[in-house]
């Protein structure tokens, strides 16, 4: 009993002192914006050319320009709050204010890549030399067993859970390796963007749409020119439609879905590098747990239309390259394990 109550207490103390630190001034602050803010600018940086070159088809050129001053001023302000309060939390806002508006830059791709001509059909017609079929107009009628539904719509809905998880263990498990962790993330993010804004694919559930199932099924695949710069009506989900993660995932598509971002698949690529990640920080627990939602939302990518088969397989096969590469170009960031406290959940 006494043993038991000193491991507590002992236990309290490493807590409390990992909570002050986290509140502790930086001796060293670093001065300048960190890696991951100078990839959010490069991006703003890259957009904006291809804005300017294409002014005259920009349907929201206005919003789009204020919205990245908006992100240029926070990103200043927020740098201005860590120079004169520079600590671990200051910091962390700082990455986690990023790492927020990444759903506010994934609309924005369908901003641009709209106005350039449709592939859809280029990556259909692949889809069905390679498997002799369409698996995202097969898949959910081959199993579509209420359990399997809400199995994949779970999986696909766990997707930003499984990111915040992974990151927010960096920060309080593993902080001498968060912003690295972060920067991979982030950084993976915005290289899908890129990817999205040109190769515009928008994937089954509008192409589909757009073309008709009946049609699909026979195998004809028009190309659909710039078809989707004005219609974005999309195929409802299949599955149980009844079902608690069903009806999640489908407030999810009306809140901020839009016809882009299918090639390569970046639920499956971030999802990979959130398992890599994990794999990465030596906890196995964190790993083992993400597991099965991971694989759920691999295959939840086919089965509810979002993804073509091979836009999951481009996703899985990038993540390894884009994680490795930028492991490698982010190791010095890494602190020291001796200055950051850390709790253990080994």
């Not at 909570?19 to 914006?33: A, R, S, T």
């Not at 439609?241 to 598509?253: H, R, S």
Request: aromatic share 16%.
């Amino acid at each position: 009993m006494a043993l038991e109550l000193q491991l507590n207490t002992k236990h309290e103390t490493l807590n409390i002192k990992m909570i002050k630190d986290y509140f502790k001034i930086d001796k060293n602050p670093k001065k300048g914006l960190l890696p991951l803010e100078w990839v959010v600018l490069g991006y703003m940086a890259i957009t904006l050319i291809t804005m300017l070159f294409t002014y005259t088809k920009v349907v929201n050129p206005e919003s789009m320009l204020w919205g990245r001053l908006r992100v240029l001023a926070m990103t200043i302000a927020l740098w201005g709050v860590y120079r004169m309060i520079p600590c671990r939390v200051t910091k962390m806002i700082r990455i986690m204010a990023q790492i927020a508006l990444l759903a506010w830059w994934y609309p924005d791709t369908y901003e641009i890549n709209r106005m350039f001509p449709n592939l859809d059909h280029v990556f259909a017609g692949w889809e069905q030399e390679l498997f002799g079929c369409q698996p995202a107009l097969l898949f959910a009628k081959a199993m579509p067993w209420a359990v399997v539904s809400e199995l994949m719509s779970m999986g696909y809905f766990m997707y930003y859970p499984m990111i915040a998880a992974v990151v927010l263990f960096y920060f309080f498990c593993r902080y001498y390796e968060a912003e690295r962790a972060c920067f991979v993330m982030l950084t993976s993010f915005f290289i899908y963007y890129l990817i999205f804004i040109y190769v515009p694919v928008v994937g089954p559930t509008f192409y589909y749409d757009a073309v008709g199932v009946d049609e699909i099924a026979k195998g004809i695949f028009p190309a659909m020119g710039d078809y989707f710069n004005s219609h974005t009506d999309c195929l409802p989900t299949p599955g149980y439609t009844d079902g608690i993660f069903y009806q999640l995932v489908e407030d999810a598509k009306e809140a901020g879905e839009r016809p882009t971002a299918a090639f390569p698949s970046s639920h499956v690529g971030v999802s990979t590098i959130c398992m890599l990640l994990a794999w990465h920080s030596g906890n196995r627990k964190l790993l083992f747990v993400m597991l099965p939602f991971y694989v759920f939302l691999c295959m939840a990518t086919v089965y509810i239309q979002a993804h073509y088969l091979i836009d999951a397989l481009a996703g899985f096969v990038s993540a390894v390259v884009i994680y490795f590469a930028l492991m490698a170009v982010s190791k010095g960031m890494m602190e020291s394990k001796s200055s950051s406290s850390r709790l253990r959940f080994n």
